[in-house]
């Protein structure tokens, strides 16, 4: 039967949280005036996820796994799950519960009442999280409004309800490491909001340590940005500047007779040009490393299986058909 609602969650080594993403997001689900359907994305886990996730489905009818063949990353599972979804509307939640499930209701009432394209799920109380992480996400989602332009909301992560038209827009893109916070954004699609409490993690470890929040934090502002270009620009043109002066002083010192032997203002001429030099082709080897990515057109993510069409190894299937490898774009 058609589905209106598809449910995207990817998974990543969550065993532990699963059985209690099914016992909270399964009755949210059901309450819902609208035929559903879960997917559920495990990005290349290595632990008891994929077992975990083929036992919920026996029970489960609505709930849909499909397995990347390797992990590729959060927003590439968010992309799979989006190639792969058939809803109407599609949700894309985490599944660590620190984003309620029970948010999806006020935000498919909204979708439908306003008419509008997505609907951000805003985190309107953020006190389980730390000093350091709240003041850091303000501090990034101001610093990529600024640089970018985008609109993106602020305190939005990657809770949100979007249409069929805004999924299709956005598989139909060809970027690859897409940030979906703010290519959502970038649409311009018509939007509203729906404000929650953030809770806590209910089971296992955080997937997104500092080392993956800058690597987003790079894929963001790099995606979404030619600031930093012109940043190298103004900083080239402030240091030749800098050294003409230093070069005129130089002059007018050894003029005057003032000069002295010695290496400690060359040192520094030195290192500070150097300085220049170094940040602004480290900013240029971002946007060439981004180009090359981008000119290999290798696709960031493999499906080696989905339940509903029966590939892939385990799949339950009438069909004797050998397994074959789908293969997108993020």
């Known amino acids: 039967m058609p589905v209106e609602l598809s449910i995207v969650i990817p998974v990543y080594n969550e065993e532990d949280v699963l059985p209690l993403l099914a016992d909270r997001l399964r009755p949210v689900a059901e309450g819902l005036d ?9 990005d290349g886990s290595t632990d008891l996820s994929p077992v975990v996730l083929q036992r919920l489905r026996r029970d489960w009818p609505q709930l849909r796994v499909v397995r990347l063949r390797a992990n590729a990353g959060h927003q590439a599972a968010i992309s799979a799950g989006l190639a792969t979804a058939r809803g109407d509307y599609v949700v894309t ?10 948010v999806i209701a006020p935000m498919l009432t909204a979708a439908r009442e306003q008419g509008v394209d997505v609907v951000y799920g805003v985190r309107g109380d953020r006190s389980t999280d730390t000093a350091f992480k709240r003041l850091s996400a303000r501090a990034f989602y101001r610093v990529i409004r600024t640089l970018s332009g985008t609109h993106a909301q602020v305190d939005a992560g990657d809770y949100r309800l979007m249409s069929r038209a805004t999924v299709d827009a956005i598989n139909a893109l060809p970027e690859q490491h897409r940030v979906l916070r703010f290519v959502v954004p970038a649409l311009g699609f018509p939007s509203a909001s729906v404000t929650y409490r953030r809770d806590e993690r209910a089971a296992g470890t955080s997937k997104y340590p500092l080392a993956k929040m800058i690597r987003l934090s790079l894929d963001s502002v ?3 940005s030619t600031a930093p270009l012109r940043f190298a620009t103004w900083l080239g043109l402030l240091g030749g500047v800098a050294a003409f002066g230093l070069l005129l002083y130089a002059l007018v010192a050894m003029a005057l007779g003032h000069t002295l032997p010695g290496w400690t203002s060359t040192v520094v001429a030195v290192a500070g040009v150097g300085a220049v030099q170094l940040l602004c082709v480290g900013i240029l080897g971002e946007y060439v490393g981004r180009m090359y990515t981008h000119l290999q057109a290798r696709p960031t993510y493999f499906i080696a299986y989905d339940s509903l069409t029966g590939t892939g190894p385990g799949a339950v299937s009438g069909a004797d058909e050998p397994a074959r490898t ?3 774009r993020a």
């Open 93 to 102: 939640l985490d599944a660590d519960l620190q984003d309620p499930p029970e």
């Open 34 to 42: 609208a035929a559903y359907e879960v997917i559920t994305v495990d």
């Open 326 to 328: 789908e293969s997108r």
């Open 222 to 224: 790099t995606g979404f």
